[in-house]
């Protein structure tokens, strides 16, 4: 299936106003959808004959930084058994930068969510388990932000620079 046939299809069950934007210049090429509506759209992408989306490859945060004020979060999907690929992102404000959970659809976001919580800050609502994978629960900030200011000691000891 094309891209532009998956934007047909999510326009003709969503209406016009779904997709936000899209860039056919990104690989896999990328739409953009409101943040309230990733739950809904992704539950299409998964379910819909002719799409199935069954593997959400990666979730990817992004910071844009103080001065642009906002965050987004990307997801690659693959399709197995119909060898398509879409990703898909929402932009979020930096200020409170929360978003849906997808783990009732894949279970593979579990992980993935934890990672994006742990390194930007992103809350995911309803994650069963969201709680720091990378860091010590007790790390102070979030590293991949642009304004993050590293810990010179973390318990006593001298952090690397």
Known sequence: MTFEAIISKLKAEFGEGLVVSIDETASPNCLEVHADRL??????????????????????????????????????????????????????????????????IWKTADWQEREVYDLFGIHFNNHPDLRRILLPADWEGFPLRKDYEHQTYYRGVKVAE
């Open 39 to 104: 739950v809904e759209t992704m539950e299409y992408l998964h379910q819909t004959e002719g799409l199935y989306f069954d593997s959400l490859s990666c979730i990817t945060g992004l910071d844009n930084g103080p001065e642009a004020g906002t965050m987004e979060v990307i997801y690659n999907l693959y399709s197995i058994p119909c060898d398509h690929h879409l990703m898909v992102k929402v932009t979020l404000s930096r200020k409170e930068p929360v978003l849906d959970s997808l783990t009732p």
